[in-house]
């Protein structure tokens, strides 16, 4: 069984761990999962995120967390 991560199956991590990021976002700058989940899937950090070869992926939640933040700070 295959179990390489490609960017032809990246998409079937991601879900969660944009649900992870966004409980996150809102325990500590409050608003809506949906607000939460909008501004992390347009962000650079998301983008990223979606491409294998950044290895993003094997970032946990509070990692995307402290990267979007980051990003956010520039």
């Known amino acids: 069984m295959n179990r390489k991560i490609t960017n032809k199956n990246l998409y079937l991590l991601l879900p969660s ?3 992870l990021f966004a409980q996150l976002y809102v ?3 409050g608003g809506s999962i949906i607000d939460a989940i909008r501004k992390f899937y347009y962000s650079k950090t998301y983008q990223k995120l979606e ?4 290895k993003l ?3 946990g939640p509070v990692a995307l967390y402290e990267e979007f933040m980051e990003e ?3």
Do not use: A, I, Q
């Open 17 to 19: 761990k944009v649900s």
């Open 27 to 29: 325990k500590e700058h």
């Open 51 to 54: 491409d294998e070869s950044t």
């Open 57 to 59: 992926w094997h970032y």
């Open 72 to 74: 956010n700070r520039e």
